[in-house]
């Protein structure tokens, strides 16, 4: 996790959000070398959609066989 202090965050604020937003890396503010404030991008990055439920479920059995009725 990167860390800038406050004063440096003053005046680059505006391309450390685009930075935090880009990289969805937070960065930790500091003050006097103690941590205030966290900055964290707002929306995260979504999942793709194919195999999104990876290891959700098992598969039992054979799942090519034919279903008879019992």
Known sequence: MKQM???E??????AAMDDVNTSAEPEV???RGKPIAKLVPAVSKSKILFGFMAGEFKIVGDIEAP????
């Open 5 to 7: 202090p406050a004063g």
């Open 29 to 31: 503010i500091t003050k």
């Open 67 to 70: 279903i008879v009725p019992s």
């Open 9 to 14: 965050f003053k005046t680059h604020r505006l």
